[in-house]
């Protein structure tokens, strides 16, 4: 069955600081990766996602994440993070042949300290 | 604003009763999706909706149902219920059939709180 592994539960941060948040899933096949953000007390949004070509992905807000295949993984940079940051973070995968089930990661909790 | 609404914002009843939980996807978005938020399971995919029938299944108990109507809204009916069951539950919605490439638009929840 398909898992997904975000090694950190809470990162906090200063303002200025570069952020790498782990997500491992675990699925042989073709994968779509997506990572959302949830503002306190908002909904979850998508910051960026990963259909196929280049394995380094821009989304929104200056964030990136690189998709490594060999490792299974699709970790979410950003090179300064902001106060504006603080929100959960989720990783998500779909299977393409794993019907449509979304499923996500835990969640980590990031904290910017300003 | 995801243009997903959600109704209601939020919800507190006693164990054994039933409640139901309505979403309204985005216009034009034919899929929804259900997934409960809570503190120790996280977010978990409970079922999914394209054009009025169901597409997918995930960790949804069998006290839980749902239905998307003809106008493409969606309801979760949670029955007997229990006091684990006390969660955010949010509604999503997508474009189409394409769900492996579909963004989601998530909606803001119902907080269900069972006493």
């Known amino acids: 069955a398909q898992s997904v592994s975000q090694h950190n539960h809470h990162v906090i941060l200063s303002e200025a600081a570069s952020l790498e948040l782990g997500c491992n899933y675990s699925?042989?096949?073709?994968?779509?990766l997506f990572w959302y953000v949830q503002y306190p007390g908002q909904h979850l949004q998508l910051l960026l996602k990963y259909f196929s070509g280049d394995p380094l992905v821009k989304g929104i807000k200056g964030f990136e994440a690189e998709f490594i295949k060999s490792k299974f993984s699709f970790n979410l940079r950003k090179p300064s993070v902001q106060w504006s940051d603080t929100a959960e973070y989720f990783c998500?995968?779909?299977?393409?042949?794993?019907?449509?089930?979304?499923?996500f990661g835990a969640g980590t909790r990031l904290f910017v300290k300003a | 604003d995801s243009g997903v609404t959600q109704t209601p914002k939020h919800l507190i009843t006693a164990t054994g009763q039933r409640v139901t939980l309505r979403c309204s996807p985005r216009s034009g978005d034919l899929s929804v999706y259900w997934y409960q938020q809570s503190l120790d399971q996280g977010l978990q995919f409970l079922i999914q909706y394209y054009n009025g029938e169901e597409r997918a299944k995930g960790n949804i108990l069998e006290r839980f149902s749902a239905q998307q109507f003809p106008d493409l809204h969606s309801e979760l009916n949670l029955s007997s219920l229990e006091l684990g069951d006390s969660a955010l539950y949010f509604c999503?919605?997508?474009?189409?059939?394409?769900?492996?490439?579909?963004?989601?638009?998530f909606g803001p929840g119902t907080r269900l709180t069972v006493l």
């Open positions: 999503a919605s997508s474009v189409g059939l394409a769900g492996y490439t579909d963004t989601q638009y």
């Open positions: 998500a995968v779909n299977a393409r042949t794993g019907g449509f089930k979304t499923i």
């Open positions: 699925y042989g096949g073709t994968v779509n």
